[in-house]
């Protein structure tokens, strides 16, 4: 059943077709909406609910705004995270890290910045994918995803990403180094003539979907009101061993997910 136009309130109406807009195309990334007293001579709104409606889509991370400026319908980078095996295999095959060969074919320009390299006690979700007591040691790698401006703008954060490596195995590895590795991290353990030299063949993910805290409201530039989603992904080797957990946090206004299930 439709809404009685008639009953929403409005400053929703002016939330809503505006949103119409910038969904339609109409109002496109970068564009600036109309100023508040065209909505207010449009919509025959007060101030206060034209504020009040423009406040709704800042919420929902569609515009941005800041006192005293106009407000800008904002850019939205997307990375199509697609997940098969072939297309891992595929991106694996073109010597970069697989996240950034797969958003360069999706026409996007990323980079990965090293935050920390340490070797710390597990996490508790961390030793269990591992099968490690609690506490037992491993090499972690907290990178910062960002795709980087087409226009001479701000780069925009993409996701935070902690990789988990059982110290035992990456000791004395560039795991435990703090630069980047050439094909990312996957490569030096898949490297046949390098000191790990095991395949990976399986990916399991686990995902749950929060409102972000306080330190990713930072660090990834999140808007008010905008998720997050946590991806636990595990890699096993044919022996079912497990070579490398990713605990990522990824805004979901920047990333979609696409799953292949064969049956």
């Not at 800041?66 to 595929?90: C, D, F, M, N």
Request: aromatic content about 4%; proline content about 7%.
């Amino acid at each position: 059943m439709s809404t009685n136009p008639s009953k929403v309130p409005p400053f929703r109406r002016i939330a809503n077709e505006l949103r119409a807009e910038i969904l339609r195309g109409d109002l496109s990334p970068g564009d600036k909406i109309p100023s508040q007293e065209q909505l207010e001579q449009r919509f025959g709104a007060s101030r206060a609910t034209v504020r009040k409606g423009v406040a709704v889509l800042a919420t929902e991370g569609l515009v941005t705004t800041s006192q005293g400026k106009a407000s800008i319908v904002r850019e939205r980078p997307s990375v199509s995270l697609r997940q098969t095996g072939s297309i891992y295999r595929a991106r694996r095959a073109t010597g970069e890290a697989n996240f950034n060969a797969e958003a360069r074919a999706q026409g996007q320009r990323v980079h990965q910045e090293i935050r920390e390299v340490v070797e710390a006690p597990a996490p508790e979700v961390i030793a269990e994918r591992f099968r490690l007591a609690p506490g037992a040691p491993v090499v972690v790698r907290r990178l910062l995803f960002v795709a980087e401006s087409k226009d001479g703008g701000a780069d925009t954060p993409l996701q935070l990403c902690d990789g988990y490596y059982d110290a035992a195995v990456a000791r004395e590895t560039r795991l435990a180094e703090a630069r980047l590795i050439k094909g990312g991290a996957n490569a030096l353990i898949e490297d046949p003539d390098g000191p790990i030299g095991r395949r990976i063949t399986q990916f399991i993910e686990d995902l749950d979907i929060r409102m972000p805290y306080p330190h990713e409201i930072e660090q990834l530039n999140i808007p008010v009101g905008v998720p997050v989603a946590r991806v636990i992904r595990t890699a096993y080797d044919s022996a079912g061993d497990v070579l490398e957990v990713l605990d990522s946090i990824v805004p979901c206004d920047r990333h979609v997910f696409r799953y292949v299930i064969d049956v």
